[in-house]
């Protein structure tokens, strides 16, 4: 029996920390982590807007054909879909373009900045992406980029923690996303704090939490490092910084789920976002501009 191991790695341009409470043996642990962070790899190979190679961004290379892609791919576009239909499209995955245009272009490891090579005239909806599910297909209607930073974490997080299953207790976090999975190192809940937007240093609340995953979306996490320093989620109706909500936080049986669900709140602004989250049946927490937190009521049990 090994106790409390911890194991941190930067992937995704975030700093990946896996936790095990009582971890069978080391040489388990070693064993389990590196076939989750396999998974991270594989979704960044895959999902990643800053490599031109990657398969997501094949398919920018081929507007208006329907082009075969594996299941990781299809699945998270198709998720990605549906997120995007059931926000109204306020969640949108075409904005890759716009991400780029702002700044939001430089990959994290080489530091080289993507140029995507298309003229996007009219500004691309979710619309404008097609799939067939029999075939596995999709296809791009227009010039576009697929942007799928809003969902990439929580799917590889997901993916992870299947992986981490047989260790038993243990946490995931990516960067503020987490999962955790039974108990803490005293037996109890796992404990997340939820950071204040505004206040460093100062949590919102700490949630008591077992088997899901709490995802947040701040407007304090990146700066586009061009453009007009604006953070990193878009309004797609304008694709500038959306600016009513400063943080949004989901709580989810998944991190998929979590992960777009809190980009897609955030968008949506306190109101639409809630009743969002209700819809989706998660929790969830927002807190807008003027520091007025807002909550589903069932978020309460996850609070002492
Ligand atoms: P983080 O990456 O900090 O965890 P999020 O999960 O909220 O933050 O995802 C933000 C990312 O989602 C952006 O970096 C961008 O890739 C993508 N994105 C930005 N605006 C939108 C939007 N309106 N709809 C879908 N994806 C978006
Ligand atoms: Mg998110």
Not at 48 to 71: C, H, I, K, N, Y
Request: charged fraction near 30%; proline fraction near 5%; glycine fraction near 8%.
């Amino acid at each position: 029996m090994a106790t409390d191991l911890v194991r941190s790695v930067v992937l995704m341009d975030t700093v990946i920390s896996m936790r095990a409470v009582r971890a069978p043996s080391d040489e388990a642990f070693d064993e389990r982590t590196e076939h989750a962070l396999d998974w991270f790899r594989e979704v960044e190979r895959v999902c990643s807007r800053f490599d031109p190679r990657s398969e997501v961004m094949q398919l920018t290379a081929r507007v208006g054909e329907d082009v075969e892609v594996g299941p990781l791919l299809f699945e998270t576009i198709a998720f990605a879909m549906d997120v995007a239909r059931e926000s109204d499209g306020a969640f949108d995955p075409t904005v890759g373009y716009a991400m780029e245009s702002l700044g939001f272009n430089r990959h994290y490891t080489t530091g080289h900045r993507i140029v995507t090579p298309i003229e996007q005239r009219e500004r691309p909806t979710y619309r404008d992406v097609m799939l067939d599910v029999g075939r596995h297909t999709v296809r791009l209607s227009k010039p576009l980029v697929l942007d799928l930073g809003a969902v990439a974490k929580g799917l590889a997080i997901d993916l992870a923690a299947r992986e981490l299953r047989p260790l038993g207790d243990f946490s995931i976090d990516a960067g503020g996303d987490v999962y955790v999975a039974g108990r803490n190192e005293r037996g109890d809940p796992w404990r997340i704090g939820v950071r204040h937007p505004r206040r460093e240093g100062e949590m919102l609340a700490v949630l008591r939490v077992a088997d899901v995953a709490v995802c947040t979306s701040g407007d304090y996490e990146r700066r586009s490092t061009g453009g007009d320093g604006g953070h990193h989620i878009l309004d797609p109706r304008t694709d500038r910084s959306a600016s009513d909500v400063t943080s949004a936080t989901v709580v989810a049986q998944n991190a998929m789920l979590a992960d777009a669900l809190s980009t897609a709140a955030f968008v949506l602004g306190p109101e639409r976002g809630l009743a969002l989250l209700e819809r989706f049946d998660v929790d969830g927490m927002l807190v807008t501009r003027n520091e007025t937190c807002f909550s589903t009521p069932s978020l309460a049990r996850y609070l002492p």
